[in-house]
């Protein structure tokens, strides 16, 4: 299912609307240092009124069935509001790793809980390294003889790994990587919070000991499914930071309007006019890559992953920037931690490492291309 131009501007409005409401500035810090990190009166709302979390898990699983531009919409609002919520994990980590496995009766069983709002979810993938890639895992998984498997190691850096009901963790085996369903309150499961740069995104340690997991798709085929669900991460967490980095504009051109320095708006000075026009520049060019991808994505078209790992390259780039000249536009008020501006630049920066970092993406990029 495809929404035309005006859909999307309805999306787009209903879901700017709903965050106005649910996730402003004094609401973001007061979660940010509570725990669950989250609201969960606002998550059952976006899932009753709002559809979200089913918003592209296909219609046979319970989902709205729409694709990655509808979704790039709604990330880009998220990204804007810097919204405090199980969303990222849920739906474009966990979700989309569901349906990349290939998995049917793993994804009856799980998405229509997710669609309706009723299940959390998450991807444990990086261990202390915080590396995506499958071939650097060291959690193994052996089988007990059952049809059943256990899990023993660590997970690192799993975003809300305390409070996910469902966990999907990626785990060695002898025929290669491989993806496991594990549940909240199993045995041997022990979560604990990481204190990170940024506290608007939940973080957990995940500590495995023998713990019963159920295989999903294939035996070994955890790479071929991280490499899918790493395209979709990368146009999802690009939506999330054009969406950031336009906020960050926004906040500065209207400081530049309303702030007076020798009798005039700080907008007049030439420096400050400069700055403003950099970041426009970065901010159009991170949501036309954005989109591009997004749209490539619907299409299923072969660029998709060039697109995908583009995109998140421009949009890391442009957020930092943003996120920065942000703060320098709003001079010795910007440097305070009262100031929002200090939120985005954290978001930013935790974003820019979230896969791995600009090495890591850069040479991601080059892979896609066949270099």
Known sequence: MTADDSELRELRSSVREFLAAKSP??????????????????WTQAADQLRLPGLVIPEEYGGDGFGQVELGVVLEEMGRALLCAPFFATVVLAAQALLASGDREACARHLPGIAA???????????????WDPALISARA??????????????????????????LVVARTVAGPSLFAVERET??????????????????RLTLDAVPATLIGADGAGGRVMGRVLDITAIGLAAEQAGGARRCLEMSADHARTRQQFGRPIGSFQAIKHKCADMLVQVELAEAASREAALLAAEGSAQFPVAAAVAHACCSKAYMFAAMENIQVHGGIGFTWEHPAHLYFR???SSQLLLGGPAVYHERLLDRLGI
């Open 347 to 349: 978001r930013a920066k």
């Open 25 to 42: 500035e004094e609401a973001v810090r007061k979660l940010m240092e509570s725990e669950p990190r989250y609201d969960p009166a606002v």
């Open 187 to 204: 045995t041997g499961l022990t979560a604990t919070s990481m204190e990170t740069l940024d506290a608007t995104r939940a973080m957990a």
């Open 142 to 167: 052996v089988p007990d003889g059952d049809g059943n498997w256990t899990l023993s190691g660590r997970k690192s850096f799993v975003i809300d790994g305390t409070t996910a009901d469902l966990l």
């Open 117 to 131: 709002g009723r299940t959390t979810a998450t991807l444990a993938v990086a261990e202390d390294d915080g590396s």
